[in-house]
């Protein structure tokens, strides 16, 4: 009696064990599948893995940029939990490459530097206010939602209803709202993000 119920509690962890592995290689297979459709580089389609994500908070956490894919992955234990379409910054304004850690998050950020100018209630300019001579008396920076500064300069990565399948911003990672908001929700300050050409 005693080895029969030593068999089945070793069966059963057996299948314990093996239906976890089965459950990981599986989304890492439904991963390899979506990285490796031919409009990887073209689509807006979002890759998530919930499991991975709900453990993202206590476990080994990154961001990890691709230049070339113009593709943004949230790694939670060396896996990938979240692949989403990003851009990044266009010819001379390229997005620096190399390791960086999220140094401030503020949900409703504005920018210093881009944005509109007024004189009076009429505006009179959009964009790069470094570049404006004339006089204005109001500046309204660009919103900047779900900001994750990554250096000093002023890259960072945030909202943005600009994300193109192509390189296009002044520098900084523009993502769609839910991915922003799950990477947001999902990092801390101190988050290592690697920026790959």
């Known amino acids: 009696m005693l080895s029969t119920c030593i068999y089945f509690c070793a069966l059963a962890s057996s299948v314990v064990i093996f239906s976890s592995c089965s459950s ?5 297979s439904r991963y390899k599948e979506f990285k ?14 919930e499991s991975l994500l709900n453990k993202a908070k206590s476990a080994d956490t990154k961001v990890v940029i691709d230049l070339s894919d113009q593709r943004a992955q949230l790694l939670v234990n060396d896996r990938v939990a979240l692949d989403t379409p990003c851009s990044t910054g266009k010819a001379g304004k390229r997005t620096p490459t190399g390791n960086f850690t ?5 949900v409703t950020k504005r920018s210093t530097i881009f944005g509109r100018l007024y004189r009076g209630s009429r505006r009179v300019y959009g964009g790069d206010r470094r570049k ?37 911003s002044n520098g900084c990672i523009r993502l769609p709202m839910e991915p922003v ?5 999902k990092t801390q300050v101190g ?3 690697q920026i790959l050409n």
């Not at 004339?134 to 939602?145: H, I």
């Open 24 to 28: 990981s290689s599986l989304s890492d």
């Open 36 to 49: 490796s459709r031919v409009d990887y580089r073209k689509t807006h389609d979002v890759y998530r893995n």
């Open 102 to 106: 999220i140094k401030q998050k503020i």
């Open 132 to 168: 404006y001579r004339g006089r204005y008396t109001r500046f309204v920076g660009s919103a900047l939602p779900y900001w994750m500064r990554l250096t000093n300069e002023g890259i960072g990565m945030h909202y943005s209803r600009g994300v193109r399948r192509h390189a296009c």
């Open 181 to 185: 908001k799950t990477i947001f929700a």
């Open 191 to 193: 988050t290592a993000v």
